[in-house]
């Protein structure tokens, strides 16, 4: 079987949560450091929705973690962090990518 047949099944049997471009660009910007959601939302450009749907696959999937945090002003501040499976998955995934 060549190297491209097996780079395909590769990733056809990668995560399907990891596929999705927005997700990708979530965990690329956790994979640097915790985030809150409203960076997240200036740096990925989505809706509020949108954005919360695709945090909640990723946490789901045990590849984030959320946290409450009181702020400035004592305003609640949500953080989203990166997990060790996350990192696993997310740069498992990016080296599958560079191959092709």
Do not use: C, Q
Request: net charge positive.
């Amino acid at each position: 079987m060549s190297k491209k047949v097996l780079l395909i099944k590769s990733i056809s049997k990668t995560d399907k949560k990891l596929t999705n471009p927005s997700r990708l660009v979530l965990l690329e910007l956790l994979y640097h450091g915790p985030v809150t959601f409203t960076f997240a939302k200036h740096f990925v450009d989505l809706a509020d929705g949108n954005l919360a749907s695709h945090f909640k696959a990723l946490i789901d999937a045990g590849y984030l973690k959320k946290d409450k945090l009181l702020g400035f002003k004592e305003k609640i501040v949500t953080l989203y962090t990166i997990t060790e499976l996350g990192k696993f998955e997310y740069v498992k995934f990016r080296h599958l990518l560079k191959e092709w």
